[in-house]
């Protein structure tokens, strides 16, 4: 069988989760989606409750489930490559390892964020969106373009009501790192639910939202050196989300909810990727 994505021969050498809901009384069940990792990077898919804690704003919470995650994802990739088309590949490879589990959007940032297409699973509209994010000459960004591009990738999900929303960026230009929009950005996604992964060159310094955004939202960040082709980078971020795990716990009666989340493990050389920062259910 031929791949549903692959991109043209010519290319191939080119380098609501967190949500609460009121259940008896005043308790509060939230479902929130992580990833776990061993020491070498690979993907641990065994976890059980007994292997996990769960605390919001500090007080335990009572896991009441974890399974591997089903619900389909809803992911905006966010591709900021300069004109250079140097994503375009991976981002074929990446939509091909995920298809089947969710719907996707693409925008490319020419220099601001243009959508190439709304969220589908459709094969066909996935692959022309592709052929937008090939070689477009240079592109000149002043690093704002791309904090704006997060901020309303995450209101988007947020008005889908999306269940398992997530942000992709792969970018070549990075942000400004006291962008004015850092803070709003922020906020947008921690409403949103969405977990932001971000795929970037290793000469950047990432600033507020593409450098602290991932650890806040349970994504994850992979940098690539010069010289060194994007695939591997961007598909350890598709096995996150091929692996995602969906927790739920509830919080006793008498806990009130809070925005602050910790999901730990017991198991040894085992790191967890999961967000510490959840919707405030106090102020929806």
């Known amino acids: 069988m031929k791949p549903l994505l692959m991109v043209p021969v010519l290319f191939a050498a080119l380098v609501m989760p967190g949500a609460g809901r009121a259940t008896t009384g005043t308790e509060v ?23 996990l804690a769960v605390k919001e704003g500090g007080k335990n ?9 089903t619900a389909p994802l809803a992911l905006s990739l966010l591709v900021d490559d300069g004109g250079s088309g140097s994503f375009q590949p ?11 589990h969710g719907v996707f959007a693409i925008r490319a940032l020419n220099p601001q964020a243009s959508k190439l297409t709304d969220f589908t699973d459709d094969t066909v ?5 592709l052929g937008g994010i090939g070689p477009r000459g240079r592109i000149t960004s ?17 008005q889908r009501r ?26 947008a996604l921690q409403k949103s639910g969405a977990s932001l ?30 010289g060194v082709p994007p695939g591997p980078a961007v598909a ?32 040894k050389g085992v790191t967890l990727l999961a967000p510490t920062r959840i919707p405030d259910l106090s102020n929806p």
């Open 197 to 226: 992964s971000v795929v970037h060159m290793s000469y950047l310094q990432l600033g507020h939202v593409l450098g602290d955004g991932p650890g806040r939202s349970g994504g994850m960040i992979q940098s690539v050196g010069s």
């Open 90 to 100: 991976a981002v074929a490879q990446f939509l091909q390892t995920l298809i089947g």
């Open 142 to 158: 002043i690093g704002e373009q791309i904090v704006e591009a997060v901020r309303e990738a995450a209101a988007d999900l947020r």
């Open 125 to 129: 509209a996935l692959r022309t969106a």
């Open 162 to 187: 999306a269940v398992r929303p997530a942000i992709v960026v792969v970018t070549v230009i990075g942000e400004q790192l006291q962008s004015a929009q850092a803070d709003a950005t922020l906020s």
């Open 29 to 51: 069940v939230r479902t929130v989606y992580f990833s776990a990792l061993d020491s070498k990077g690979v993907a641990v898919t065994d976890l059980t409750v007994a292997d």
């Open 61 to 69: 919470g009572v896991i009441r489930n974890v399974e591997p995650a």
């Open 236 to 267: 350890k971020v598709a096995a996150h989300y091929l692996h995602q795990y969906a927790l739920t716990y509830a919080l006793p009666e008498g806990v009130k909810p809070n925005e602050k989340l910790s999901v730990t493990t017991n198991r």
